[in-house]
């Protein structure tokens, strides 16, 4: 299956670097694909994970999940 994941606070490659890294943590994450300009990341995954799930997962880091489609 396939999640589209609304993000805020990304302003690099390095940010979508540290996202992509985060996210492929998750058990089930097959693929990362982030859109900086649009703030999306497209996660093809076997398990269907809630924003409080994406955004657990990437801890300190300074970016915001606002929304799982």
Known sequence: MKQ???LAGLSCQNCVKHTTAAFSK???VESVTIDLDQQLAQ???DTAYQV???QEVLGPLPYKVE???
């Open 4 to 6: 589209t994941v609304q």
């Open 26 to 28: 998750l058990e089930g």
């Open 43 to 45: 996660v093809t995954t």
């Open 52 to 54: 409080q799930d994406y």
């Open 67 to 69: 929304s799982v489609l």
